[in-house]
């Protein structure tokens, strides 16, 4: 009788904490949207309460769509472009790309009605952990003599992919999309009289020998 009861409770507790869990998620979604407003400093409490509401919805609508079309809803396949197989990523990154443009649209609307452009960057900076910066700055230190056309255009492509990330739910998704626009930035250099392979080969080498060189140094103390 008491296990049959343990049992009982067991399974009522489960049962709760699931039904629990989009409501959890709701709450975690709404309190992320409250603390990326606030780093805004906006000083109009209406304001803030308008583009939280925006965002968090935002937010809660792209976990709804990716729970409900996991990769097993895509058939596995190959990618057209290289022939490999399809990966598990491949195929929620194609199942989340079919979530309707309305869902980017209000988004974006929400925020521009509200904040500045730069204002705006911010926020779409907090869904990508501030990507965009950080791979600049990576071209910058991998590329000599990077010139204010080649940073323009490549910044461009970073631009890019932050938008088009931020209607992706995991960091894995948004990392993916990146690497396109990485690829295209790379390309860019290459078209225009660079050699990304060469120049990066320089970069890790470089590197590595200033390692190398502070382990010694380190030894010697």
Same mark, same amino acid.
């Given at each position: 009788?008491?296990?049959?009861?343990?049992?009982?409770?067991?399974a009522l507790a489960i049962t709760f904490a699931k039904a629990q869990t989009p409501a959890a998620a709701d709450e975690e979604n709404s309190k992320k949207a409250a603390e990326w407003v606030a780093s805004?400093?906006?000083?109009?409490?209406? $304001?803030?309460?308008?583009?939280?509401?925006?965002?968090?919805?935002?937010?809660?609508?792209?976990?709804?769509? +990716?729970? %409900?079309?996991?990769?097993?809803?895509?058939?596995?396949?190959?990618?057209?472009?290289?022939?490999? $197989?399809?990966?598990?990523?491949?195929?929620e990154i194609i199942a989340d790309s079919a979530i309707?443009?309305?869902? +980017?649209? %209000?988004?974006?609307d929400g925020l521009k009605k509200d904040l500045t452009p730069e204002q705006v960057e911010a926020i779409l900076d907090k869904y990508t952990i501030g990507k965009v910066a950080f791979t600049m700055n990576g071209y910058k230190s991998i590329v000599p003599n990077?010139?204010?056309?080649e940073e323009a255009k490549i910044l461009g492509f970073l631009k890019q992919a932050r938008e088009q990330a931020v209607d992706y739910k995991n960091m894995k998704q948004i990392s993916a999309i990146f690497e396109i626009y990485k690829t295209k930035s790379?390309?860019?250099l290459n078209n225009?009289?660079?050699?990304?392979?060469?120049?990066?080969?320089d970069y890790t080498k470089k590197i590595k020998a200033e390692k190398e060189k502070k382990a010694k140094e380190g030894n010697r103390g």
């Open positions: 009788m008491k296990k049959i009861l343990v049992f009982t409770c067991l805004l400093n906006l000083g109009d409490a209406q $304001k803030e309460a308008r583009v939280k509401d925006v965002v968090a919805t935002h937010l809660t609508t792209i976990r709804n769509w +990716h729970n %409900a079309h996991p990769a097993s809803t895509v058939p596995a396949g190959i990618n057209p472009v290289t022939g490999n $197989k399809l990966s598990d990523l491949d195929r309707p443009t309305t869902v +980017h649209t %209000a988004l974006m990077l010139t204010a056309d790379e390309q860019f225009n009289g660079r050699n990304w392979r060469t120049m990066y080969s």
